[in-house]
């Protein structure tokens, strides 16, 4: 088969089906030449020249590494610091004020736990990081932590370098820019002061499955369940409002379609939603 062949109905249907079963992404019918030139890298990677034995490759499940590596090339890991920039003036402002108070009353304890659920790359938990850092004198003595998670493993590897490009700080003023990130000497690259950059971890993780561990006090989750259809996208939803704390807020993107999926939540806003 010659290299830019696209997928075949059949085939499509295949991978589509088997991304669903993995991911909860649906791949809507018409994106047959994005799919195809997406695992076309994969077939190129393998030295393949047919969808079929990439599929049989995939799916007999002793590529080493294979699966993490299809997930990794037909994800969308579009993202840079501070999207949605009313998400994180709510989470500088309103929310950190009520956190605050509430421990100031004596009503929860000096700690906050933040995770960033579908975060790529890393500027969404580090945005929240430096809303953290630059609220740094009110929250003295609070342990604070971010976690940010996702499917994709070299997303999550570039997370961990904290080092980002001109166009993923398009949005990042010039005075925040110097005040969290360093200039790299080879120029045209920052990297994220340690300060900030401690303040944040990552792990793999699927919205497909509970999160374990301790509850979070807010959970962003943006511009990924777009991508899950109405079977999918609620089962994610359930796992992350089983991993929010009582009284603890979900962001959730303007485009993901989630407000239908949350009923038992507190609506606080067109963007934030609170368990009760
Ligand atoms: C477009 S990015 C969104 C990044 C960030 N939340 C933002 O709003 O800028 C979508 C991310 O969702 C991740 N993703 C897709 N399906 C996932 C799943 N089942 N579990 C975890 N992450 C997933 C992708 O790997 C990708 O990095």
């Known amino acids: 088969m010659s290299g830019l062949i696209s997928l075949t109905p059949e085939q499509f249907t295949q991978f589509q089906q088997f991304i669903y079963r993995h991911t909860g992404i649906w791949t809507v019918d018409g994106k047959v030449a994005l799919l195809s030139n997406r695992i076309r890298r994969r077939l190129r990677d393998r030295g393949l020249d047919s969808f079929d034995d990439y599929y049989k490759l995939l ?16 994800t969308t890991n579009e993202t840079h610091f501070f999207r949605t920039i009313e998400h994180f003036n709510w989470f500088a402002g309103p929310f950190l004020d009520e956190m605050i108070a509430r421990a100031t009353a004596g009503q929860r304890e000096r700690s906050l736990r933040i995770w960033s659920a579908a975060c790529s790359t890393g500027e969404e938990p580090y945005s929240l990081a430096i809303c953290l850092a630059e609220n740094a004198p009110r929250l003295a003595g609070w342990s604070l ?128 939603y609170q368990k009760p």
């Open 145 to 272: 932590k971010i976690i940010g998670t996702d499917i994709c493993e070299s997303a999550l590897a570039t997370a961990r370098t904290a080092i980002y490009g001109p166009k993923a700080i398009e949005h990042v003023s010039p005075e925040r820019l110097a005040q969290n990130f360093i200039a790299q000497p080879a120029g045209n690259a920052w990297r994220l002061k340690p300060a900030v950059a401690g303040l944040c971890e990552f792990r793999r993780h699927n919205l497909l499955e509970p999160m374990e561990g301790t509850a979070f006090d807010c959970i962003v989750i943006r511009n990924v369940l777009i991508y899950f259809d109405r079977t999918s996208k609620p089962i994610a939803l359930r796992h992350l409002i089983n991993a929010l704390r009582s009284g603890g807020s979900l962001v959730v993107g303007s485009t993901d379609g989630a407000h239908d999926f949350l009923d038992g939540l507190k609506r606080r806003s067109n963007f934030v």
């Open 59 to 74: 799916t007999a499940g002793n590529a080493a590494g294979e699966l993490e590596a299809f997930i990794d090339a037909i």
